[in-house]
C-alpha cells in the first residue's frame, strides 16, 4: 500500500486503495482503466463488470479466448461493456483508409506486409511475469505484434487460414521471441507477418497492395499522417482519385482517440469498439497462429470449442498432433 501512496503522490493521482474492491465502493466510477499485467486482467475486468462499472483494459486483452469470453458473460445489453486498448485503429489516415476499402476506391485487397521489428534486450525480461505463458500468455505474437495485427485485421476483415512458424532464438524466455506467419484473408488477400523483440533497428510496417494503389505506414509505437504515403498503380498515375491518400484532419493514434470514442459510446449505453467479437478477433487470430506453430498445420477460421488446448492457454500445453492428422485445424 505505501508503494501505490507513494506512487499516488508522485503523479499526483487523488487516491490509492488496497484493491478494486475498495476503489469502486468509495470512488464509485462510470469507467475503469485496467493497466495491470496482463494475469490479472479478468479478475479486474470482471469485478468492475460486475459493480456496473464500463472498462477500459490494456493490451493483451486476457490470457486466453476461455478468459476473454468468460469476461463477456459479465457484459450486459445497454452495457456496461469491456473494451480493449488498440489505439491504432484510431488515427485519422487508418480510418479513411478503412472507408476507401469500404467504398472500393483502392480495388481489390491482394498483398499484405505486418511487421513489427522490436528490441528488447535481456534486461526487459527481468520483471517476473514477462516471457511467461502464465501471466504474459505469449511473446511478441501476443504483447507487441498484436497492436499491428489488430489494425491489419480492421482493415483487411476476416482472415481464412494461417501457416506460422515461432522460435525462440536469443532470449531466456519460456515463450517464443520471434514468429512468422504467412495469413490468407476471405477475401483472397495474402499478408507476411513477422513479430520480433530481436531487431535492433526498430519499425512498425504495414504495406496493402491493393489493384489500385498501394498504401504503406512505417512507424514505431504511433503515426500521425506523415507516416503514411498511397502510392496509385501504374494505370492510374494520371487519374488518381484527388482525395487519395490520408485526410485533412491529422488525429494521431493515441489513446486519447480511442477514448473519446469509448466515453460517446458509454453515454449513449452501445457497445464500443474493440469489445464483443470485434475485440476478441484479433485474439482468435493469435491463438490460431500459436496453434499452428505448434501443430505444423494450417489452421483455418471457424469455431475454436471449449475443450481445445488453445481455447484455454495460447501455449496449448495439452495439445498433441500425431504424424497421421495431418489435415487443417479449425478455429
Given at each position: 500500500?505505501e508503494?501505490a501512496?507513494?506512487?499516488a503522490e508522485?503523479?499526483?493521482i487523488?487516491?490509492?486503495?488496497?484493491d478494486v474492491?475498495?476503489?469502486?465502493?468509495?470512488?464509485?466510477p462510470?469507467?475503469?482503466?485496467v493497466?495491470?499485467?496482463?494475469?490479472?486482467?479478468?479478475?479486474?475486468?470482471?469485478?468492475c463488470?460486475?459493480a456496473?462499472?464500463?472498462?477500459?483494459?490494456e493490451?493483451?486483452p486476457?490470457?486466453?479466448?476461455?478468459?476473454?469470453?468468460?469476461?463477456?458473460?459479465?457484459?450486459?445489453?445497454?452495457?456496461?461493456?469491456?473494451?480493449?486498448?488498440?489505439?491504432?485503429?484510431?488515427?485519422?489516415a487508418?480510418?479513411?483508409?478503412?472507408?476507401?476499402i469500404?467504398?472500393?476506391?483502392l480495388?481489390?485487397?491482394?498483398?499484405g506486409v505486418?511487421?513489427?521489428?522490436?528490441y528488447?534486450?535481456?534486461?526487459?525480461?527481468?520483471?517476473p511475469?514477462?516471457?511467461?505463458?502464465?501471466?504474459?500468455?505469449g511473446?511478441p505474437?501476443?504483447?507487441?505484434?498484436?497492436?499491428?495485427?489488430?489494425?491489419?485485421?480492421?482493415?483487411?476483415?476476416?482472415?481464412?487460414?494461417?501457416?506460422?512458424?515461432?522460435?525462440?532464438?536469443?532470449?531466456d524466455?519460456?515463450?517464443?521471441?520471434?514468429?512468422?506467419?504467412?495469413?490468407?484473408?476471405?477475401?483472397?488477400?495474402?499478408?507476411?507477418?513477422?513479430?520480433?523483440?530481436?531487431?535492433?533497428?526498430?519499425?512498425s510496417?504495414?504495406?496493402?497492395?491493393?489493384?489500385e494503389?498501394?498504401?504503406?505506414?512505417?512507424?514505431?509505437?504511433?503515426y500521425?499522417?506523415?507516416?503514411w504515403?498511397?502510392?496509385?498503380?501504374?494505370?492510374?498515375?494520371?487519374?488518381?482519385?484527388?482525395?487519395?491518400?490520408a485526410?485533412?484532419?491529422?488525429?494521431?493514434?493515441?489513446?486519447?482517440?480511442?477514448?473519446?470514442?469509448?466515453?460517446?459510446?458509454?453515454r449513449?449505453g452501445?457497445r464500443?469498439?474493440?469489445?464483443?467479437?470485434?475485440?476478441?478477433?484479433?485474439?482468435?487470430?493469435i491463438?490460431a497462429?500459436?496453434?499452428?506453430?505448434?501443430?505444423?498445420?494450417?489452421?483455418?477460421s471457424?469455431?475454436?470449442?471449449?475443450?481445445?488446448?488453445f481455447?484455454?492457454?495460447?501455449?496449448?500445453?495439452?495439445?498433441?498432433?500425431?504424424?497421421?492428422?495431418?489435415e487443417?485445424v479449425?478455429?
Amino acid at each position: 500500500m505505501e508503494r501505490a501512496q507513494g506512487f499516488a503522490e508522485r503523479c499526483q493521482i487523488p487516491a490509492a486503495y488496497r484493491d478494486v474492491d475498495e476503489m469502486l465502493r468509495e470512488a464509485r466510477p462510470d469507467l475503469a482503466i485496467v493497466c495491470t499485467p496482463p494475469s490479472a486482467h479478468r479478475d479486474a475486468v470482471v469485478t468492475c463488470l460486475d459493480a456496473g462499472v464500463w472498462v477500459w483494459c490494456e493490451k493483451p486483452p486476457t490470457l486466453s479466448l476461455a478468459e476473454y469470453d468468460e469476461i463477456a458473460a459479465h457484459e450486459i445489453e445497454g452495457g456496461p461493456y469491456a473494451s480493449y486498448v488498440f489505439q491504432h485503429r484510431f488515427g485519422s489516415a487508418a480510418r479513411a483508409l478503412r472507408e476507401q476499402i469500404r467504398t472500393g476506391q483502392l480495388g481489390a485487397p491482394l498483398v499484405g506486409v505486418c511487421h513489427t521489428l522490436w528490441y528488447r534486450d535481456d534486461a526487459y525480461y527481468e520483471v517476473p511475469w514477462r516471457g511467461k505463458w502464465s501471466t504474459e500468455g505469449g511473446g511478441p505474437s501476443m504483447g507487441h505484434g498484436i497492436h499491428q495485427m489488430d489494425l491489419m485485421l480492421s482493415l483487411l476483415g476476416e482472415w481464412a487460414e494461417v501457416r506460422a512458424a515461432t522460435a525462440t532464438l536469443a532470449r531466456d524466455v519460456e515463450t517464443e521471441d520471434v514468429s512468422m506467419a504467412i495469413v490468407r484473408f476471405a477475401s483472397g488477400a495474402m499478408v507476411s507477418m513477422v513479430n520480433s523483440v530481436l531487431s535492433p533497428r526498430e519499425t512498425s510496417y504495414l504495406r496493402f497492395d491493393f489493384s489500385e494503389a498501394t498504401v504503406e505506414l512505417t512507424h514505431l509505437y504511433g503515426y500521425d499522417n506523415s507516416n503514411w504515403t498511397w502510392t496509385p498503380a501504374p494505370h492510374r498515375a494520371d487519374d488518381a482519385p484527388t482525395d487519395l491518400g490520408a485526410p485533412e484532419q491529422n488525429d494521431a493514434s493515441s489513446h486519447a482517440a480511442q477514448l473519446r470514442l469509448l466515453l460517446d459510446a458509454l453515454r449513449h449505453g452501445r457497445r464500443p469498439e474493440v469489445s464483443g467479437d470485434d475485440g476478441r478477433r484479433v485474439l482468435a487470430f493469435i491463438a490460431a497462429l500459436y496453434q499452428s506453430a505448434s501443430t505444423g498445420l494450417p489452421v483455418t477460421s471457424g469455431l475454436m470449442t471449449p475443450d481445445d488446448p488453445f481455447y484455454r492457454s495460447m501455449s496449448g500445453a495439452l495439445a498433441a498432433v500425431t504424424g497421421t492428422e495431418k489435415e487443417n485445424v479449425h478455429v
